[in-house]
């Protein structure tokens, strides 16, 4: 009798073995429809990018279509390795600290400003495959991390309003523009339609408000595009590394490296949160693949001429929209290297006007990191305070991040921290400074008012799908805590 020959499985089958995706709960229909939504939520920073770069002495279309192919590349490596639903693209912070903390000042030139890009992605690379990345971010205090995102934030909402002339020079630093203007009466109206969107949390609101205020500006200002569609082909930029002779280029290679880590690591664990991946000891299965292949595509964006390659949390749209795989960065990918090959014209075409409302948002968006500064402790609030404010005061994010750490440093000795790490001194029942200053605050007049902390869904499920939509809508913490205030005592009455 001949043994019976197994039916072969359909295409299907593979991807849903291969990415587990029935086994994350989900479908191959509803990875893909995540995918979609994720590449509309961060479509918008490949042209924003190359406006930034533009500052950089970098042809806008070119950096588009370099930045496009980089990322298509990086998301298809990321989701094949790691199996996580992110979305690695040229965002906002790297690219400003290139554009207008190396080149700006003329401290280098584009060619070695890319080189030391390069360098940082290849530092990246040999980080994640050794324990030295787990020791490098333990090290570095979570207020510097938090500090360099508000001040980064700060930095590109600064940009933006300068781009629009809002923001001008004057005698005394700076002074307010002219708002007569069509560039800012466009830019206005954008930004408050965008700012609606968002509100009600429409798919793509960033990219219907950036599309919205092209069509409008090109109206008005009588300038379309020239063409629409258009094969294009890449263009390499060879980084000049004689930069790495100089003293100075070691200290800005850890500067872009901290970036890096610090939004990689950010945006690692939030997405996971936020799609049931995170596992019980904090860690996030796949993470390491994430930075390896971000390291790699920011390798590879330095020699096509363009900014790092790293996570955007506007891509976790897809993670609300269903997505718990790679295959979601599978198709982030391919729609990026579409974008590279096909709709570069039309994307370098978008004016300053569509573009300025973004880098605001952006603003918005990394200064909103603030909440999670403990401000009481002075130990956390000087060294993120002032990592924060020098980045938009001295229009560099590497002074940021001097600063804030030199404190963090200082502060350290001066406030007696470094005496629990010596053995003589530790003692087992009394509470530290930090305790101490803890419960002092808990028990002040003040502390009742101040929002109180949020509780995890599964300790408070009744309330959970109800706190979800206040999320969206964009309520504070004490709306949502007066909700779920209410709830209890009506189970209690009950």
């Not at 991390?145 to 300068?162: D, H, Q, R, W």
């Not at 499920?461 to 209410?486: N, Y």
């Amino acid at each position: 009798m001949e043994p019976l020959l197994e039916e072969p499985q359909p295409w299907t089958w593979a991807i849903d073995r291969y990415f587990s995706i029935s086994l994350r709960g989900s479908t191959i229909a509803t990875e893909l429809r995540a995918g979609t939504t994720a590449f509309l939520a961060t479509a918008n920073n490949f042209v924003v990018n190359a406006h930034i770069m533009s500052h950089a002495g970098l042809h806008p279309e070119t950096s588009l279509v370099s930045g496009a192919f980089a990322a298509g590349v990086t998301c298809i490596l990321c989701g094949m390795l790691s199996n996580l639903p992110l979305g690695l693209v040229p965002s906002v912070g790297p690219n400003v600290y290139i554009a207008y903390s190396l080149v700006g000042p003329r401290l280098f030139s584009t060619q070695q400003a890319l080189a030391i890009s390069a360098t940082s992605g290849v530092c990246l690379v040999l980080l994640s495959l050794t324990p030295l990345l787990r020791i490098v971010l333990g090290l570095m205090p979570l207020s510097i991390k938090y500090g360099l995102l508000v001040g980064t934030g700060l930095l590109t909402a600064f940009i933006g309003l300068k781009s629009i002339g809002v923001v001008t020079a004057g005698e005394d630093i700076v002074a307010l523009g002219d708002l007569n203007s069509t560039a800012f009466v466009i830019s206005a109206a954008s930004l408050v339609f965008t700012a609606s969107l968002l509100y009600n949390a429409v798919t793509g609101a960033v990219l219907l408000g950036m599309l919205s205020s092209t069509l409008i500006a090109w109206i008005y200002l009588d300038d379309w595009p020239t063409k629409i569609f258009a094969l294009q082909g890449l263009s390499f930029s060879m980084p000049n590394f004689d930069a790495l002779s100089q003293q100075q280029a070691f200290s800005e290679i850890a500067s872009l490296m901290l970036m890096l880590l610090f939004s990689l690591s950010g945006a690692i664990i939030g997405t996971a949160k936020m799609a049931g991946l995170l596992q019980e000891d904090g860690g996030v299965r796949g993470s390491t693949a994430v930075y390896m292949s971000s390291g790699l595509g920011t390798l590879l964006a330095a020699f096509l001429g363009t900014s790092p390659i790293f996570v955007s949390m506007s891509a976790a749209a897809g993670v609300r929209d269903g997505g718990r795989t790679g295959l979601v960065s599978l198709v982030i990918g391919v729609y990026s290297l579409l974008t590279a090959f096909v709709l570069s014209p039309l994307a370098s075409a978008i004016p300053e006007c569509a573009i300025a409302p973004v880098l605001v948002l952006v603003g918005v968006s990394m200064t909103g990191e603030a909440r999670e500064i403990q401000w009481w402790n002075m130990l956390d609030a000087l060294p993120a305070f002032l990592c924060a404010v020098f980045q938009p005061f001295t229009y560099s994010v590497s002074n940021g991040i001097y600063a804030g750490v030199a404190m963090s440093f200082i502060l350290f000795f001066t406030t007696g921290s470094f005496l629990a790490y010596i053995p003589s001194f530790q003692k087992t029942e009394p509470r530290g400074l930090v305790e101490e200053v803890s419960a002092m605050i808990e028990h002040s007049p003040q502390q009742r008012y101040s929002s109180p902390k949020v509780v995890p869904e599964e300790e408070d499920s009744d309330v959970a799908p109800v706190r979800q939509g206040l999320i969206h809508l964009g309520l504070s913490g004490k709306q949502e805590a007066g909700l779920r205030t209410a709830g209890k005592r009506t189970r209690a009455d009950e």
